[in-house]
Nanobody, 121 residues
């Protein structure tokens, strides 16, 4: 039984910064890829950044050079450092983890509850 808990969202002005965190709780699992998605009303959920177990990173073009994804494997936590925020970054941000049960080979995608990021003009 794995749960993802997000934190760090809030309201900032254009050009401000926020750091999102998402921690996976539970036991008997290991984490493969971790990432962040975001969604605005009337839009599809889109990938923001992903960091596989290899440590490599990939970003949506709209956030390159402004957002940084990182992970702390010892804490089962993924972070998203966001700088130079723009109004178009306003969205609900969801973290996800692809998780493997240590007792077997099954893999699952888990999603956080979402955290609101609002960037004012």
């Amino acid at each position: 039984q794995v749960q993802l808990v997000e934190s760090g969202g809030g309201l900032v002005q254009t050009g401000g910064s926020l750091k999102l965190s998402c921690s996976a709780s539970g036991s008997g699992f290991s984490i493969n890829a971790m990432g962040w998605f975001r969604q605005t009303p009337g839009s599809q959920r889109e990938l923001v950044a992903v960091i596989p177990s290899s440590g490599s990173t990939n970003y949506a073009d709209s956030v390159k050079d402004r957002f940084t994804i990182s992970r702390d494997n010892a804490k089962n936590t993924v972070y998203l450092q966001m700088i130079s925020l723009k109004p178009e970054d306003t969205a609900v941000y969801y973290c996800y983890c692809n998780i493997k049960a240590r007792a077997g080979s099954l893999r699952y995608d888990y999603w956080g509850q979402g955290t609101q990021v609002t960037v004012s003009s």
